[in-house]
């Protein structure tokens, strides 16, 4: 089945760039999403890409996808403390099912 | 912004007793989901619902799990003889078309205790 990997954590600065990576191994996605969830809080949909596409941009945030290596990333531009969430990579499967990567936690330090 | 609701956000429960966790969908969606997150670890897809019937299950979905939208609106999660490692946060997914983003409900934690 799909399997969708991400580091689990990221360490920032405020101000600075943070780039979230998520690799996965089903080609076939025609989707695929990053949500964010804050602590203790639902999955809030961040923004997502069509996978003809290679680069999506909406304000402060860069989504790059390398269908080839099957990698996708996030960054966020002008980090700010209260971007400090997990973030989920998700894509979907041959079947039609969101499958979630491993979630990567942001610490943003002021 | 249309939300998926969900309720209740907490329910404490014993163990062996039976739940029913409620999502109300954004009102032109089609497609529902349940999923699931257990204290830190990765959301997992538990079931699809569509056109009144479970499209497509996950092997935790098994007896003790069940689904329906009785009136149309709610869609409800119900957990029969709940155990322990039932205990997680469960969260309801609605989405337009079999093409759209899925959106999620703020979820409800389960402790079962």
């Known amino acids: 089945g799909e399997d969708v990997e991400q580091s689990l954590f990221l360490s920032v600065r405020e101000g600075d760039s943070s780039v979230i990576n998520c690799t996965y191994t089903d080609s076939s996605s025609t989707y695929l999403y990053w949500y964010k969830q804050e602590p203790g809080a639902g999955l809030q949909l961040l923004t997502y890409?069509?996978?003809?596409?290679d680069m999506k941009q909406d304000q402060r945030l860069t989504v790059l996808l390398n269908k080839k290596d099957k990698h996708l990333s996030l960054r966020i531009a002008d980090t700010q403390t209260g971007d400090s969430a997990i973030y989920f990579c998700a894509v979907i499967d041959a079947t039609n099912k969101l499958i979630f990567g491993t979630g990567t936690l942001l610490a943003v330090q002021p | 912004e249309p939300e998926v609701t969900q309720t209740p956000s907490h329910q404490v429960t014993q163990m062996g007793q039976e739940v029913i966790l409620r999502c109300v969908p954004i009102?032109?969606?089609?497609?529902f989901y349940w999923y699931r997150q257990i204290l830190g670890q990765k959301v997992e897809f538990l079931v699809s619902f569509y056109n009144n019937e479970i499209s497509e299950k996950s092997e935790i979905f098994d007896d003790q799990f069940s689904v329906e939208r009785p009136d149309g609106s709610n869609f409800t999660l119900k957990i029969r003889s709940t155990k322990l490692e039932d205990s997680a946060m469960y969260f309801c997914a609605t989405q337009a078309g079999d093409n759209s983003p899925l959106h999620f409900g703020n979820g409800t934690r389960l402790t079962v205790t």
């Open positions: 890409i069509f996978s003809n596409m």
């Open positions: 009102s032109n969606h089609l497609y």
